[in-house]
């Protein structure tokens, strides 16, 4: 069965994009040729090539080679590193917070967040 690959979505696209020119740029800056490069990471010049367009069908190992040989694979110890969204998710589910209350059969009706209405104020002095 031939293997097929799903489009990224655009904006991943554009971020892999971006990191193959990094990983480009990075390159030439140690003036790594690209013989040599290939030669290192165990890959044709053709995919190197590739690589550094950020083609999303390059395997992820080979990015990891790549950013090793260069030196930054310490970088991707960052990579989603501090999960700010699943630390709020797990705190919402933590023991002790109250669950907002839903309306159950003969108990009074839950007040949907919404400011009770005040009565006017009757003009005779009524209240």
Same mark, same amino acid.
């Given at each position: 069965m031939p293997r097929t690959f799903q489009r990224p979505f655009p904006s991943v696209e554009k971020q892999m994009r971006a990191l193959g020119e990094r990983l480009k740029l990075a390159r030439l800056r140690r003036e790594l040729p690209t013989v040599l490069f290939a030669e290192r990471l165990g890959i044709s010049r053709d995919t190197l090539s590739r690589l550094?367009?950020?083609?999303?069908?390059?395997?992820?190992?080979?990015? #990891?080679?790549?950013?090793?040989? %260069?030196? %930054?694979?310490?970088? #991707?110890?960052?990579v989603a590193h501090d999960d700010e969204l699943g630390r709020k998710l797990q705190d919402l589910k933590l023991p002790g917070q109250r669950k907002p209350r839903t309306n159950t059969p003969g108990a009074a009706p839950v007040k949907t967040g919404q400011p009770a209405k005040k009565h006017p104020k009757k003009s005779d002095g009524q209240q």
């Open positions: 550094e367009k950020g083609d999303p069908n390059i395997a992820l190992g080979t990015y #990891m080679r790549a950013l090793r040989v %260069l030196g %930054l694979d310490k970088d #991707m110890d960052a």
